[in-house]
């Protein structure tokens, strides 16, 4: 088999807020032109004429694309080369947005064609996507942002973000406040000063982090948690899982980040059971990964467990990776990994590409991102026809790729855990003036035809629904270091593999263990009403880093 694969791979792993190039509040310049550009435009000449909204009529997005507000001069980093930007307005920006979504976005028909010229860049792109809910309630689409182009491309190629090297589990932004720190970077600012998992934060700059709601408290905490650069030191003040105050000074730092972390080979009366903790399918994790895999295959593990409660997605094409070394050959059998389905202006082809669609493989091979080329090097396997998933709410995107792909060739997942995020779904990043725009343009479908889990996939011991997974709903821990056998996931997943059922019996240790365990923030939940301003979500950074983007011009 032959295969081509052409593309910018990358994946978004951020720590800063939604960001937007140019634009902010409604356009004086859309004066001139007839709905196309009105003239050439250029970096440093004059500005092109602001084309004008007409309903229903949609120009090819070519006539506008490019054209900015604030172009970009000098040459780009990443890509090389000269940035294509030349002279333009908001106006050009809005209406690359307006035809680039009508013509991609999957749920195209569910947006409404508003006149774009009262609002801001940000605030009309907020206004293109469905308003439609899943059968739970949610939004159908909540995963809808922007980034800045150069730190989605920094992360995505590098791993390297700026902060303190802090994953956070948020259960509310508003008063009273809940953050917890989920787990630290290796040899972050974080780790290094101290920090664990586990840290309820209490103040941030001698502000009350909990409780203030003050406009000057509220803009204190956000300039703390999210540092706009490198070096600055803010102060920290936690209480532990061991209920005592500590306070630390925390420099902010370019973090490289390490999708892999723990793996280990664990002991049990069954025989050795791998486990490792995966924390986004980003290029680095690649060699991470086969080096984890390796570990399991010289150790002949009997079963694995891959810890993805915080893994909120990546690369598609590393999913696939990943589900090929897990299971091998002999189980999979030739079949695909998924299938992309974009909107019904698409059937056949892919809108981005122009290629003719075809299944997304599991890849066999290593992958050279930076060149989006298979190499000649076969992928180690494990040969396991199942799989032990840890999974929370920040379990998202390609890591339920993950899990639907392999059930999709009748490998058996027990969940352990939470409800998974949601996102069936995936997109091709687009830069246009400096803004990175990731808007929903498939859904994913696994061997079996099944891509139905918008609201999750839900472990329970009687699976009824599809997204019915068998496995036990667990609370996350936050008293006990990932990795360790008796943190609640992981604890719970091996009972399972020694017992093939969940610690349901009365009296049981692992029961009255995790009875006497309740995560800091999770006991929280539901107890809480959010109110005030809230401060910035690092959630996001679960959205933003929910990037199923495939590997491009797939042919077998």
Same mark, same amino acid.
């Given at each position: 088999?032959?295969?081509?694969?052409?593309?910018?791979?990358? =994946?978004?792993?951020?720590?800063? #807020?939604?960001?937007?190039c /140019? +634009?902010?509040?409604? *356009?004086?310049s859309n !004066?001139g032109?007839?709905?196309?550009?009105?003239?050439?435009?250029?970096?440093g000449?004059?500005?092109a004429?602001?084309?004008?909204?007409?309903?229903?009529?949609?120009?090819d997005?070519?006539q506008?694309?490019n054209?900015c =507000?604030?172009p970009r001069?000098g #040459?780009d980093?990443?890509? /090389? +080369?000269v940035?294509? *930007?030349?002279?333009? !307005?908001?106006?050009?920006?809005?209406?690359?947005?307006?035809?680039?979504?009508?013509r991609?976005y999957?749920?195209?028909?569910?947006v409404?064609d508003?006149?774009?010229?009262?609002?801001?860049?940000?605030?009309y792109?907020a206004?293109l996507?469905?308003s439609a809910?899943t059968?739970?309630?949610?939004?159908?689409?909540?995963?809808?942002?922007?980034?800045?182009?150069?730190?989605?491309q920094?992360?995505?190629?590098?791993?390297?973000s700026?902060?303190?090297?802090?994953?956070?589990?948020?259960?509310?932004?508003?008063a009273?406040?809940?953050?917890?720190?989920?787990?630290?970077?290796?040899?972050?600012?974080?780790?290094l000063?101290?920090?664990?998992?586990?840290?309820?934060?209490?103040e941030?700059?001698?502000?009350d982090?909990?409780?203030?709601?003050?406009?000057?408290?509220v803009?204190t905490l956000?300039a703390g948690?999210?540092?706009?650069?490198?070096?600055?030191?803010?102060?920290?003040k936690?209480?532990?899982?061991e209920?005592?105050?500590?306070?630390?000074q925390?420099?902010?730092?370019?973090?490289a980040?390490?999708?892999?972390q723990?793996?280990k080979?664990?002991?049990?009366?069954?025989?050795p059971?791998?486990?490792?903790?995966?924390n986004?399918?980003i290029v680095?994790?690649?060699?991470q990964?086969?080096?984890?895999?390796?570990?399991?295959?010289?150790?002949?593990?009997?079963?694995?467990?891959?810890?993805l409660r915080?893994?909120?997605?990546?690369?598609?094409?590393l999913?696939?990776?990943?589900?090929?070394?897990v299971?091998?050959p002999?189980?999979?059998?030739?079949?695909?990994?998924?299938?992309?389905?974009f909107?019904?202006?698409?059937?056949t082809?892919?809108p981005?590409?122009g290629?003719?669609l075809?299944p997304?493989?599991?890849?066999?091979?290593?992958?050279?991102?930076?060149?989006?080329?298979?190499?000649?090097?076969?992928?180690?396997?494990?040969?396991?026809?199942r799989?032990?998933?840890?999974?929370?709410?920040?379990?998202?995107?390609?890591?339920?790729?993950?899990?639907?792909?392999?059930?999709?060739?009748?490998?058996?997942?027990?969940?352990?855990g939470?409800?998974?995020?949601?996102?069936p779904?995936?997109?091709?990043p687009?830069?246009?003036?400096?803004?990175?725009?990731?808007?929903?343009?498939?859904?994913g479908?696994?061997?079996k035809?099944?891509?139905d889990?918008?609201?999750?996939?839900?472990?329970?011991s009687?699976?009824?629904?599809?997204?019915d997974?068998?496995?036990?709903a667990?609370a996350d821990?936050?008293s006990?270091a990932?990795?360790?056998?008796?943190e609640?996931?992981?604890?719970v997943?091996?009972y399972y593999?020694?017992?093939?059922?969940?610690p349901?019996?009365?009296?049981?240790?692992?029961?009255?263990?995790l009875?006497?365990r309740?995560?800091?923030?999770?006991?929280?939940?539901?107890l809480?009403?959010?109110n005030?301003?809230?401060?910035?979500?690092p959630?996001?950074?679960v959205?933003?880093?929910?990037?199923?983007?495939p590997?491009r011009?797939?042919?077998?």
């Amino acid at each position: 088999m032959q295969q081509n694969v052409k593309s910018t791979l990358s =994946v978004l792993f951020a720590l800063t #807020t939604l960001v937007a190039c /140019g +634009g902010g509040g409604s *356009d004086s310049s859309n !004066t001139g032109g007839t709905g196309g550009t009105g003239g050439t435009g250029g970096t440093g000449g004059s500005i092109a004429p602001a084309p004008v909204w007409t309903a229903g009529q949609f120009n090819d997005e070519s006539q506008f694309k490019n054209f900015c =507000v604030a172009p970009r001069s000098g #040459t780009d980093p990443f890509n /090389g +080369g000269v940035y294509p *930007d030349k002279a333009g !307005t908001a106006m050009h920006e809005k209406m690359w947005l307006r035809s680039w979504n009508n013509r991609t976005y999957l749920w195209y028909r569910e947006v409404a064609d508003l006149d774009p010229t009262s609002y801001s860049i940000p605030a009309y792109f907020a206004l293109l996507k469905t308003s439609a809910v899943t059968d739970s309630g949610v939004a159908k689409d909540q995963f809808h942002f922007t980034e800045n182009t150069a730190e989605y491309q920094q992360q995505s190629q590098s791993g390297v973000s700026s902060g303190y090297g802090i994953e956070w589990s948020v259960v509310s932004t508003s008063a009273p406040r809940s953050f917890t720190v989920a787990y630290t970077e290796p040899n972050s600012p974080a780790a290094l000063a101290g920090v664990k998992r586990g840290d309820f934060l209490l103040e941030v700059d001698g502000v009350d982090f909990v409780n203030d709601s003050s406009s000057a408290g509220v803009n204190t905490l956000n300039a703390g948690l999210f540092p706009d650069s490198t070096g600055e030191t803010h102060s920290f003040k936690f209480r532990t899982a061991e209920n005592t105050e500590v306070s630390y000074q925390l420099s902010s730092a370019n973090i490289a980040s390490s999708p892999v972390q723990n793996a280990k080979v664990i002991t049990t009366t069954s025989g050795p059971v791998g486990y490792f903790q995966f924390n986004s399918y980003i290029v680095p994790a690649q060699q991470q990964l086969i080096d984890a895999i390796e570990l399991f295959r010289d150790a002949a593990v009997s079963e694995l467990v891959v810890d993805l409660r915080y893994n909120g997605g990546g690369l598609l094409a590393l999913a696939s990776q990943l589900g090929y070394m897990v299971t091998g050959p002999d189980i999979i059998q030739g079949r695909f990994f998924e299938r992309l389905q974009f909107n019904d202006k698409y059937p056949t082809t892919n809108p981005i590409t122009g290629s003719t669609l075809a299944p997304t493989p599991f890849y066999t091979r290593e992958i050279d991102y930076e060149a989006g080329t298979l190499t000649n090097t076969t992928l180690p396997s494990l040969n396991l026809s199942r799989i032990y998933v840890l999974t929370t709410d920040d379990t998202c995107s390609a890591s339920e790729a993950f899990m639907n792909g392999l059930r999709g060739v009748d490998v058996e997942i027990i969940q352990i855990g939470g409800k998974t995020c949601g996102k069936p779904y995936g997109f091709y990043p687009q830069d246009n003036c400096g803004t990175t725009y990731f808007t929903i343009q498939f859904s994913g479908i696994n061997f079996k035809g099944f891509g139905d889990y918008a609201d999750g996939f839900n472990p329970t011991s009687s699976p009824v629904f599809a997204a019915d997974v068998k496995g036990c709903a667990v609370a996350d821990d936050f008293s006990r270091a990932l990795g360790d056998p008796q943190e609640n996931l992981l604890e719970v997943a091996l009972y399972y593999i020694n017992n093939n059922s969940c610690p349901t019996l009365p009296g049981s240790a692992v029961t009255t263990a995790l009875g006497a365990r309740n995560a800091t923030g999770s006991a929280l939940s539901g107890l809480i009403t959010p109110n005030g301003p809230a401060v910035k979500d690092p959630s996001d950074r679960v959205l933003n880093n929910s990037i199923r983007q495939p590997i491009r011009d797939q042919q077998e």
